[in-house]
């Protein structure tokens, strides 16, 4: 498989996906979107995979890029109709480019969090596996509010009612990070707009916290990204 990832920050890259992309024989390049990366042609690509980010979905006059990344996700989305992953900032930006709306929380979820799967989510090749209620990593301040027309919520909580969602047949966005590495919490903390948010959302004492609360599920959050992994390279195998 051949995989193109937009990336929106240094920080903020595949994590532990790269392991199994690399370890399965995948070739995968990163644009990273904000140092000026240019977007390449689609075509050659099997899957899209777009990471999260500082920025917002609607800021597009302070990172102008924005707009030429929306109108790609679009174009691969519903024209290619190739499958696509987002998470975080790319789980908003799918919803956007599909005819949604993003808006602000009432406050940002940071920190760890159990999400439900719907029964839509029970039954989405993509979770499957997947227990009714997940323990997940958060780190948002910005929500899906409407849905966009071909979509339907695979994971919801009482703070943000679009934590998964599938748009048509093969677009995945999720609001929570799967993706993460035992530098993540650092790396993230270090930030400006996240640290911001973390200290917002759990206070200066839990906030100090969240590395140690972290790596103690790590075995936990590696396997189930490496489920998701393998269920999404199953589908894309039997869509062959």
């Known amino acids: ?10 920080v903020e890259h595949p994590g532990i996906f790269r392991a199994f992309w690399n370890g399965a024989g995948h070739e995968w390049d990163a644009v990273e979107l904000d140092a000026d990366g240019i977007i390449p042609k689609l075509e050659p690509y099997d899957l899209l995979v777009v990471m999260g980010g500082p920025m917002d979905v609607w800021e597009t006059g302070k990172h102008p890029w924005l707009l030429a990344e929306i109108a790609a996700i679009r174009r691969w989305v519903s024209e290619l109709k190739r499958p696509y992953l987002g998470i975080c900032l790319g789980h908003q930006l799918l919803a956007v480019a599909m005819g949604g709306r993003v808006g602000l929380m009432a406050a940002p979820e940071v920190g760890l969090a159990e ?17 009714p209620k997940v323990e997940t990593f958060q780190w948002h301040g910005a929500e899906v509010v409407t849905l966009p027309k071909a979509a339907v919520v695979l994971a919801s ?6 934590q ?7 677009a995945w966005g ?3 990070h799967v993706e993460i590495t035992p530098s993540t919490v650092a790396e993230w903390a ?5 640290a911001a948010s973390l200290e917002q959302a759990l206070g200066a004492a839990l906030a100090r916290e969240l590395g140690a609360l972290v790596a103690a599920r790590l075995p936990a ?20």
């Open 190 to 194: 270090a930030v400006p707009e996240y």
């Open 221 to 240: 959050f590696g396997a189930a990204a490496q489920r998701l992994n393998d269920n999404l390279f199953g589908i894309l195998n039997t869509a062959l």
């Open 157 to 162: 909580n009482a703070a943000c009612q679009v």
């Open 164 to 170: 998964a969602m599938r748009v048509g047949p093969r």
């Open 174 to 176: 999720f609001q929570y």
């Open 1 to 10: 498989m051949r995989i193109l990832v937009f990336q929106h920050l240094a």
């Open 115 to 131: 999400v439900s799967l719907t029964p839509a989510g029970l039954a989405d090749p993509l979770l499957a596996g997947f227990p």
